[in-house]
């Protein structure tokens, strides 16, 4: 690692982290219905959108109305995507004349942008018009990082609350959410990227004569507004093909890096907020402390693989890698704009949330700095993870590592004052099998069916990593792939589609219920055998409860693909 990359993790953490607790504070003032200065301006509009919409804000819901809310908007927002997508050929806005999507690639989408997913099957300059970007999947992209704060902050009312069942309003949560954070953020984002180069048109395409004399068609369309939302809201879903590899996505070194401050941004934010929502910051400094250290070895995993290379053109020592980023390593389906540590720290980071934007080829990776993308969003996508689903993800770890520490000591376990029983466990467990039903369960059936196996673009260890790959990034709703993995056909587009409903709703119902159960329950006053939660010990127990669950779960698929793959890259080197 060069000294200018060095410097910019070290400007990446600072600004993140100094970014964090203004924001969290901001936040939980926000979904606590506390005065802001936004208030000023944006109450009117938020009250009159209440009426418009015939919403009492001051009506509380319990866990399963939340939860029907949260359906019947989502189910509504992807119903009318799958129809702008379908019939975009008679829409306006379409200066390139494309037609309507398939059916199955139309639901895919719309499944996909609607579960804050974003995977693509499709090139987006090539498949959709501007009516599609702007008002099919720039606004899902709101409304699905809206409901993921809703529901994260609905389990956080499942702590505050004293025996009132009730989690707030999803129509409040949701609104708020969109005025009061998204929308502001998305629009100085996306001035910030207009400044540096990323259009924001509806003009058409435009024909140029390259200097070889060749015709090139380069993109235009509104693609700022997108980029904004889709990296703050943990998104990922890209305009163009090339997703953050493009130029017009993501132009220069600077929006780069504040392109990968804004994947973290909002879900490092919501951890302050709940420190700060549930009266106790030491909370969240735990909570940020394990992931913090998944982050930093998975991280140098990735990168120390990359700058490494395959063993058959010779190892380089930890000198040359610590001195020089690009000597020697992989560079293959990088930008050489990037190098190898901005592509190493972009597919971590993207992974550990539920981003899914790439700015490199994560099929041209070496078989262990694929791995840790695999393995982030193995875990559930916990290591920050998206925006809201990250929070949520991680509280149902800890409701888990808290009920192993109570069986430790024979005590009724709690967290937060609240004691987890027997139904929450229930229900974490259930929400955490899930993820491995989905990419084991789906996977293996795509991988014995001909349609799925025919999408593999690799035999042996990479194919089946291609394959795990997808339908982990479906099951975490995260959205990257192994490029070389075809999931745009009929068998794929409903597979994935089917997998990523599963790995959204089937995840949040569980969510919400807990929050219920926990929230009709009083607080209990810690004592002297109460566990703490914000210590050393809960951080080290957290973390490897984090790491068994997916190290165990998914080891024997994990050593069967990138393992295997890169022993066997060893066959190869001369003795």
């Known amino acids: 690692m060069n000294i200018y990359a060095l410097l910019q993790f070290v400007a990446f953490a600072a600004v993140s982290v100094g970014l964090m607790l203004?924001?969290?504070?901001?936040?939980?003032?926000?979904?606590?219905?506390?005065?802001?200065?936004?208030?000023?301006?944006?109450?009117?509009?938020?009250?009159?959108?209440?009426?418009?919409?015939?919403?009492?804000?001051?009506?509380?819901?319990?866990?399963?109305?939340?939860?029907?809310?949260?359906?019947?908007?989502?189910?509504?927002?992807?119903?009318?995507?799958?129809?702008?997508?379908?019939?975009?050929?008679?829409?306006?806005?379409?200066?390139?004349?494309?037609?309507?999507?398939?059916?199955?690639?139309?639901?895919?989408?719309?499944?996909?942008?609607?579960?804050?997913?974003?995977?693509?099957?499709?090139?987006?300059?090539?498949?959709?018009?501007?009516?599609?970007?702007?008002?099919?999947?720039?606004?899902?992209?709101?409304?699905?990082?809206?409901?993921?704060?809703?529901?994260?902050?609905?389990?956080?009312?499942?702590?505050?609350?004293?025996?009132?069942?009730?989690?707030?309003?999803?129509y409040v949560d949701v609104?708020?959410?969109?005025?009061?954070?998204?929308?502001?953020?998305?629009?100085?984002?996306?001035?910030?990227?207009?400044?540096?180069?990323?259009?924001?048109?509806?003009?058409?395409?435009?024909?140029?004569?390259?200097?070889?004399?060749?015709?090139?068609?380069?993109?235009?369309?509104?693609?700022?507004?997108?980029?904004?939302?889709?990296?703050?809201g943990s998104n990922g879903g890209g305009y163009f093909n090339a997703n953050a590899a493009h130029p017009y996505e993501n132009p220069t070194p600077l929006s780069n890096f504040f392109q990968l401050i804004s994947i973290l941004l909002l879900s490092i934010g919501l951890i302050a907020a709940f420190g700060k929502m549930v009266g106790d910051r030491r909370q969240a400094w735990a909570l940020l402390a394990s992931m913090t250290i998944l982050f930093m070895i998975l991280l140098g995993l990735c990168y120390f693989s990359e700058a490494n290379g395959n063993p058959a053109f010779g190892h380089l020592n930890i000198d040359q890698i610590i001195s020089?980023?690009?000597?020697?390593?992989?560079?293959?389906?990088?930008?050489?704009?990037?190098?190898?540590?901005?592509?190493?720290?972009w597919a971590t980071t993207t992974?550990?949330?539920?981003?899914?934007?790439?700015?490199?080829?994560?099929?041209?990776?070496?078989?262990?700095?694929?791995?840790?993308?695999?393995?982030?969003?193995?875990?559930?996508?916990?290591?920050?993870?998206?925006?809201?689903?990250?929070?949520?993800?991680?509280?149902?770890?800890?409701?888990?590592?808290?009920?192993?520490a109570g069986l430790m000591v024979g005590r009724t376990p709690e967290y937060l004052g609240k004691k987890i029983e027997a139904h929450e466990i229930k229900l974490a467990?259930?929400?955490?099998?899930?993820?491995?039903?989905?990419?084991?369960?789906?996977?293996?059936?795509s991988l014995l069916v001909p349609l799925g196996a025919s999408s593999m673009s690799a035999t042996g260890p990479h194919g089946l990593t291609q394959t795990i790959y997808a339908y982990a990034s479906a099951a975490a709703n995260n959205g990257s792939a192994f490029a070389g993995f075809n999931g745009n056909t009929v068998f794929q587009n409903i597979m994935l589609g089917i997998v990523m409903l599963i790995g959204r709703y089937g995840v949040i119902i569980p969510v919400l219920a807990i929050a219920g159960s926990l929230a009709a329950k009083k607080i209990t006053p810690p004592s002297s055998g109460t566990f703490p939660t914000h210590g050393l010990m809960f951080v080290v127990l957290l973390t490897a409860v984090i790491v068994m669950f997916g190290g165990l779960t998914y080891f024997p698929a994990l050593a069967l693909g990138p393992v295997a793959e890169h022993l066997s890259l060893f066959q190869s080197v001369a003795p």
């Open 22 to 170: 203004p924001l969290g504070i901001y936040m939980a003032k926000v979904f606590n219905g506390e005065a802001t200065w936004a208030g000023k301006v944006l109450g009117p509009i938020e009250g009159l959108s209440y009426r418009l919409c015939g919403v009492r804000g001051a009506e509380q819901q319990n866990w399963a109305q939340y939860a029907g809310a949260v359906i019947i908007f989502n189910a509504l927002g992807g119903a009318v995507l799958f129809l702008i997508l379908m019939h975009q050929d008679q829409l306006p806005w379409n200066p390139q004349g494309l037609p309507g999507l398939p059916y199955d690639l139309a639901f895919n989408i719309a499944v996909s942008f609607v579960t804050n997913t974003n995977w693509q099957s499709y090139g987006g300059e090539t498949t959709l018009s501007y009516f599609s970007q702007m008002l099919g999947l720039t606004v899902q992209n709101f409304m699905a990082a809206a409901t993921g704060f809703a529901v994260a902050v609905a389990m956080v009312r499942g702590f505050t609350h004293k025996e009132n069942p009730g989690l707030g309003n999803f």
């Open 324 to 345: 020089d980023t690009n000597s020697g390593g992989n560079m293959e389906g990088k930008e050489v704009r990037f190098g190898i540590f901005n592509s190493a720290l």
């Open 351 to 404: 992974s550990a949330t539920s981003n899914g934007s790439v700015n490199a080829m994560h099929d041209s990776f070496m078989p262990l700095g694929g791995l840790v993308p695999l393995f982030n969003m193995l875990v559930g996508e916990v290591i920050y993870g998206g925006v809201g689903c990250g929070l949520y993800g991680i509280l149902l770890y800890v409701l888990i590592t808290v009920f192993i």
């Open 175 to 232: 609104t708020r959410a969109i005025f009061y954070v998204l929308l502001p953020l998305s629009l100085l984002f996306a001035l910030f990227l207009i400044w540096q180069g990323v259009p924001d048109n509806l003009q058409p395409y435009v024909q140029a004569t390259t200097l070889e004399g060749t015709q090139q068609t380069i993109a235009q369309g509104p693609v700022a507004s997108q980029i904004a939302i889709k990296m703050l």
């Open 429 to 445: 467990v259930i929400a955490q099998l899930l993820y491995p039903i989905c990419v084991l369960g789906f996977g293996v059936v």
